[in-house]
């Protein structure tokens, strides 16, 4: 048998062989954008399309706020601050970001019903499991849309209170050690929120719980590795200063790139961490059958 498999793996049976799995996060990382970009681009592509209508109501808010400084020289608004034109602008555009934000609050809730499927048929492909792209999608959203909409609900809300305070503060004639504290409490709740958020939408979608118990061990899990997951926050961002390059052309090839590619970079990105988080901690006793799921297989030849 040592020649047939010197034919066949090009390996003799007795030889090291060479593991056709990934054994960490990592290498599973890297096997999905190497063996399953389609997967990856159709979870982008049905992401994208749930966030048509968030992403409309950015692109109209950017429109008007660009059109605000020859709105006020016509006459068709009348600037909140006489003779001052700069500072009429800013308190403008203040006034859009929030009305954006409170629009945010129900276009984002179909975001996170698009990301309760996306994340279901990611996890499944990190996990090795069969993917059928459309079922498995459906089935992420019948489990999980109740949870999320919560979910998305605290996310929105948490975004317009840090845009309404980091606003508010920075045109306030306030002294500057309060300006500063407040725009970093704004700043640092809504990381708070958007790092709990990424491991209870996880583990939403794996063990069968109250969103309250969710919402709690999902804090537990950001705090106690913190460092890591301010990191992996950052890592997460990243791709979004590619929208800041100053080019028109560059910015519409970055937002397509970021439209097709993001979700499922995010996505697979908090997967794998709260695989990993929860194998450490919650993955025993019921849970012992899927520890280590998508790193650890049985690779023993058949008898």
């Known amino acids: 048998m040592g020649l047939i498999d010197k034919l066949i793996r090009g390996i003799y049976k007795d030889d090291k062989k060479t593991s056709v799995f990934p054994h960490t996060r990592k290498e599973v990382f890297v096997q999905l954008f190497r063996y399953h970009k389609r997967t990856l681009l159709n979870v982008g592509l049905m992401c994208a399309l749930f966030a048509l209508p968030t992403v ?21 608004i009348v600037p909140p601050v006489a003779d001052d034109t700069m500072l009429s602008t800013v308190l403008l555009e203040m006034q859009v970001d929030r009305l954006v934000c409170l629009v945010l609050i129900p276009t984002n809730a179909l ?6 499927g996306g994340l279901h048929v990611i996890r499944q492909a990190a996990w090795g499991e069969n993917v059928s792209f459309f079922y498995d999608f459906g089935r992420g959203i019948k489990q999980n849309w109740k949870h999320y909409l919560v979910y998305a609900l605290i996310f929105g809300l948490s975004l317009l209170f840090c845009v309404f305070v980091v ?18 409490v704004a700043v ?23 969103i309250a118990k969710e919402l709690r061990n999902a804090f537990i899990f950001f705090i106690v590795g913190l460092p890591k997951n301010i990191g992996l926050l950052i890592l997460t961002a990243v791709p979004l200063l ?16 970021i439209a097709l590619l993001f979700p499922s970079y995010a996505i697979l990105i908090w997967v794998l961490r709260g695989d990993a988080v929860f194998d450490r901690y919650v993955n025993f006793g019921d849970n012992a059958r899927i520890a280590g799921k998508g790193i650890v297989w049985d690779e023993q030849d058949p008898a």
């Open 56 to 76: 409309a109501a950015v692109l109209l808010s950017v429109l008007y706020k660009a059109y605000i400084p020859a709105l006020i020289a016509d006459g068709s």
């Open 111 to 116: 975001i996170f019903v698009g990301l309760s």
């Open 167 to 184: 606003g508010y503060y920075s045109v306030s004639p306030s002294h500057v050690a309060v300006r500063i504290i407040s725009i970093a």
């Open 188 to 210: 640092t709740q809504f990381l708070t929120v958007s790092g709990v958020l990424v491991f209870a939408l996880s583990y939403a979608d794996i063990y069968s719980s109250s």
């Open 242 to 257: 590619l929208l800041l390059i100053p080019s028109a052309i560059a910015q519409t090839i970055s937002a397509l790139a």
